[in-house]
């Protein structure tokens, strides 16, 4: 999305009920890494979307990753093995 300056703006997408701008911009000073990968850039803070309580702090791809898995632990082992298996596979 584009302001009407020109800026490009990014658009909230998901309220977390009484996560005001200030406490985000304050969560984001406290903790200024991806709490997976350590990644200091296109830092978002993950919440739980069946409680919406927040968590932690995410970049773009980790945070999205984990959404593309459902938050589901048991895909995520799976996706593990699976990986493993086929870079076991190729790196004899």
């Known amino acids: 999305?584009?302001?009407r300056s020109g800026e490009k703006k990014r658009k909230n997408k998901?309220?977390?009920?009484?996560f005001?701008?200030?406490r985000r911009d304050a969560f984001l000073a406290k903790y200024?890494?991806?709490m997976i990968c350590l990644s200091s850039e296109n830092l978002r803070v993950d919440h739980c979307h069946s409680t919406r309580k927040v968590r932690a702090v995410l970049c773009?791809?980790?945070n999205s990753g984990l959404g593309f898995?459902?938050?589901d632990t048991?895909?995520?082992e799976n996706a593990?093995?699976?990986l493993d298996y086929f870079w076991r596979l190729h790196n004899q």
């Open 1 to 3: 999305m584009v302001s």
């Open 14 to 18: 998901t309220k977390i009920p009484g």
């Open 20 to 22: 005001t701008k200030e």
């Open 32 to 34: 200024p890494f991806c």
């Open 60 to 62: 773009n791809h980790c």
């Open 69 to 71: 898995f459902r938050d």
């Open 74 to 76: 048991r895909l995520l």
């Open 80 to 82: 593990i093995k699976y």
